[in-house]
């Protein structure tokens, strides 16, 4: 099951965060600024998965912007690091560029993908479905 979705910038500043437990504020704040060490830190020879307390994490690095994703124990890796290239090029293909200011619709294509932690659609043109419609309809 995904724990919380993190897209941070170099500097350490946390741009989105998604979680699908509870945690209160003051651990999510120790949370994230744990995390965004750990993924900056490492090298881009260093694998992407690290064990994080009673989870584990796995990231990617997207020119500026870091994509954390935390997982249980129980969750397969390697299909998380593929929902992340997804994720990135759903991204990439609705904005085309900036996304830093279209935050409302970044979360609603995170809610598209993921729904209580678990991973419920892959295909890009249902994902950005509700997205094409609302703009449709803003477009009059």
């Known amino acids: 099951m995904i724990t919380f979705v993190l897209m941070v910038n170099r500097q350490g500043q946390t741009r989105l965060c998604r979680y699908y437990q509870s945690i209160n504020m003051s651990r999510r704040t120790a949370l994230e600024a744990n995390i965004v060490h750990t993924c900056l830190s490492r090298s881009r020879d260093q ?78 043109s249902n994902i950005l479905a509700p997205l094409n419609a609302l703009d449709k309809m803003a477009d009059g």
């Open 47 to 124: 694998c992407s998965f690290v064990e994080y307390q009673e989870s584990k994490v796995v990231f990617r690095q997207y020119a500026a912007l870091y994509i954390a994703v935390g997982i249980t124990e129980d969750e397969n890796e390697l299909s998380i690091y593929e929902l992340v290239q997804n994720f990135v090029e759903v991204l990439d293909k609705y904005f085309s560029r900036v996304i830093m200011f279209n935050l409302d619709r970044v979360h609603i294509i995170l809610d598209e993908m993921i729904q209580n932690g678990r991973i419920v659609e892959t295909n890009k």
